[in-house]
């Protein structure tokens, strides 16, 4: 398996916050479970394999263009064949900028990105699997998502704005502050709970937590501190309440979690630890 991340050019990086390629010649199928990370996506399928997803019973094939809503639970995933992917990891806040529907309607869904977007994703899907080249692929990809942006009009506006309360929620606690946050934007809170839900597909409680467990994550990976000490800094009332979101968002305890047993999440931290983004 292979998982790289690429920066996006200046013109996107607010709205873009990586590109990845995601590339595996195995044909032995393998399962994983992917967690809530407050970020949508959109993933191009360029070889002959496929992803599946199991929101319910049984395991449902992905479509070529897919658009991952936000997650607020576990998803289980499924790698079969041989996958060459091409992924958009959008900022919370700028998803918006490129979907004609409120955010919030594709929560915990993988759906096909074309029945949203309209016939010129295709012809750029079409395009990404005659060209053999990464550079030349992302070239391909950015100036679609800019089209997007320039055809995004008056939602860039609300998404500006979005940006700004969701530093303020990261830098202060939400649950003391919500009414302040509101107030000094000349907007009520449940206008702001709106915007959120609307715009990101959380709204800023959940946003919180999604921070606040994906921090965990980290440091829980590390295991390089007690599960009491990570409660504490990661900003839990206690132990007890941090077992509680932590299972609810992965399923598992943070006692019996191992990175190993994931092999996505294996990936993206073998790649972070590794270097930067790179550059195309």
Known sequence: MTYYEIKPGQLLQQYIKCYYVYESSSTVAFEDTVFPSGCMEIIFNLGAGNWQTQPGDEFI?????????QLNRPLP????????????????????SFLPEKVSLFNNQVIDYRDVS????????AQLQETRSWSKRV?????????????AGKRLGKVDVVKDLMYELRHQDVYKTMETIATRYGISARYMQQLFLQYTGLTPKLYNQINRFQHSLRLVTARSTSLTDIAYECGYADQS???KEFKAFTGTTPSGYSINNS????????QEEA????AY
């Open 118 to 125: 309209g016939k010129a994703v295709s012809t750029l899907h």
């Open 61 to 69: 094939t992905h479509p070529p263009i897919e658009l991952w809503g």
């Open 139 to 151: 070239t391909l990809l950015e100036a679609y998502l800019l089209k997007q942006i320039e055809q």
């Open 275 to 278: 270097s930067p983004l790179l």
């Open 77 to 96: 995933v499924r790698s079969v064949g041989s996958n060459t992917m091409l992924g958009v990891r959008f900022y919370p806040h700028a998803v918006a």
């Open 263 to 270: 092999p996505v999440t294996l990936a993206t931290h073998q």
């Open 241 to 243: 309440h941090f077992i």
